[in-house]
């Protein structure tokens, strides 16, 4: 079975990061855009990083200039923008594509482009969330605000951890 240890992404300067380095967290990944509607989402993902990064969760932020060139900037101006508009702390992977083929393995996974029945994200801020062992288990499209997302975290962050 594929799972979220099976990838790696660029953090920039071709510095490849292994996902598998999340694998026994609970990870939410999303496709960012710095000039899109859904923008302000950035505060709900930081404030769910913040309030659940102690107990073993991470946002994954992978911007992405594939719907209405909605993020324009180069990795330095996006990271500046998210650290001082939203005061983002999550980790911000390189500008690429979600879909298509171009993009990267981590995202032919999530969509199941390799499938049957492929599911492109359809705009920015779709988010896909990951439970400690490395799977996918549910996706969000990009209406669906960041605190909606809390009661599943709750559930996933407390899967086989007693007094939890």
Not at 14 to 37: F, H, M, R, W
Not at 122 to 135: S, Y
Request: some cysteine.
């Amino acid at each position: 079975m594929t799972t979220i240890a099976d990838f790696a992404a660029n953090l920039g300067a071709d510095l490849l990061q292994p996902l598998a380095k999340y694998q026994g967290k609970v990870v939410l990944i999303v496709n960012t855009a710095s000039e899109c509607g859904y923008t302000r989402q950035y505060a709900g993902l930081q404030e769910l990083h913040e309030t659940y990064q102690s107990q073993g969760f991470s946002v994954l932020g992978f911007p992405c200039n594939q719907f209405g060139a909605q993020e324009p900037g180069d990795a330095a101006t996006i990271a500046a923008f998210c650290q001082s508009k939203f005061g983002v702390s999550f980790p911000l992977f390189a500008k690429g594509d979600v879909n298509g083929s171009n993009a990267i393995p981590l995202w032919h996974w999530l969509t199941g482009a390799d499938s049957e029945h492929p599911h492109p994200v359809k705009w920015n801020f779709t988010k896909f969330l990951i439970d400690r062992k490395g799977r996918l288990v549910k996706r969000y499209e990009p209406a669906a605000e960041p605190y909606d997302i809390a009661a599943d975290i709750e559930v996933l962050k407390c899967a086989r951890r007693p007094g939890c």
